[in-house]
């Protein structure tokens, strides 16, 4: 600051003022996200379920607000139930339904919707919260707010998914949709998993420790990921036309290696869509290439020079083994309910481990030589 000619010498100055910066509450951001993702596996339980008890199409309107009023009255109920009288699943397939058995498979799908609203709340509570507190690490906002545009999304592709079953001759919603609305519930679950993993450490510790990324190994856990992401996809296939019930048998398919009958529907395309043998052939196929390339990478990870990588990738390989025999088990009891979701958060679980094997790859921790 310059002195004016007329100012005292001995006037002191007044001091400048520093703007303290607020501190980042990681644990609180992390607590946020982590309930976000319990939540969300919940809503994926949730909707395995409505699934796997043909509840799926048992509310025909989509009311993103006053939607989450259920019935109150006799009266509602007779209203919701004519609804759904109208359309092609109970004209085709559960005409002899009564009311009682209507209000079962009711909330089954209005528990999957509240939970979804329940979600988008919470995001958007703690994602506010901590914008205008001015908490949001450097590099965060954007993914923060993300979180809640995929979510908004998954919503919107959700009721996509439900409009497939409510019109023309089907009785169940269209495969690939309810692949894709499946497909991106794993992409927030992952999105959310990078995240929590990367906030624990301060911008400068990410810096040096992306210094020691391990390149090689990292390119395998990203084959990985990718390759269980599909095989994610083909399980929203098979659960969505049923397929899991078809060939319980490993590891042949009612005698054969590949089943037959597996390109009779015409076009020839809709096959890997609606052919139940072809959708679980091609789901086990994809499973043994995720299983070798999983084994690949956790021999490859015995070479890391960081201790908690190999933990990481040894964690990863024993839940691997896990999911590959129950996804055996799965097939072998024909799919029941509650083996089928034990497989899904199986899914999820892997799913995690791998991309948290995959963060040490790119963020390895800082590795201290004991002293002797």
Excluded: C
């Amino acid at each position: 600051m310059s002195r004016t000619i007329f100012e005292e010498v001995g006037e002191k100055q007044a001091a400048p003022k520093v703007q303290k910066k607020r501190e980042v509450p990681r644990r609180a951001i992390t607590i946020w996200l982590g309930l976000i993702f319990v939540m969300l596996l919940a809503m994926i339980t949730v909707g395995g379920l409505t699934r796997l008890t043909d509840s799926g199409l048992s509310i025909t309107e989509w009311k993103p607000v006053t939607g989450a009023i259920p019935p109150l009255s006799d009266a509602d109920w007779a209203e919701e139930f004519t609804k759904y009288q109208a359309s092609p699943e109970f004209k085709l397939q559960n005409n002899q339904m009564t009311l009682e058995d209507f209000k079962g498979i009711f909330w089954w799908e209005w528990g999957h919707r509240l939970l979804g609203r329940m979600i988008g709340v919470v995001w958007a509570v703690g994602f506010f919260w901590f914008l205008l507190r001015k908490q949001i690490p450097t590099g965060y906002k954007g993914r923060f707010l993300g979180l809640g545009v995929l979510g908004g999304l998954q919503g919107a592709l959700g009721w996509w998914m439900v409009s497939s079953g409510l019109t023309g001759r089907m009785v169940d919603v269209a495969s690939y949709r309810l692949a894709m609305h499946l497909g991106l519930a794993f992409i927030i679950l992952g999105l959310i998993t990078w995240y929590v993993l990367g906030i624990r450490r301060s911008a400068a510790e990410m810096l040096q420790a992306r210094r020691r990324r391990e390149g090689g190994l990292m390119g395998l856990a990203t084959l990985l990921l990718a390759v269980l992401f599909a095989q994610v996809m083909l399980g929203g296939l098979v659960a969505g036309i049923d397929a899991g019930v078809s060939y319980p048998t490993w590891p042949d398919m009612a005698g054969s290696f590949f089943p037959t009958g597996a390109f009779d529907y015409l076009p020839l395309w809709s096959n890997f869509f609606e052919n139940a043998g072809l959708v679980q052939f091609n789901h086990r196929m994809t499973g043994y290439i995720a299983f070798a390339l999983g084994l690949l990478a956790w021999w490859r990870s015995r070479r890391s020079p960081v201790a908690a990588t190999r933990g990481a990738f040894n964690v990863m390989a024993v839940m691997m083994l896990a999911q590959v025999a129950l996804g055996v088990f799965t097939v072998l009891q024909a799919a029941q309910l509650h083996i089928a979701i034990t497989h899904q958060l199986g899914a999820v679980l892997l799913f995690v481990l791998v991309i948290r094997a995959r963060f040490h790859t790119a963020y390895p921790a800082e590795q201290r030589i004991a002293r002797g």
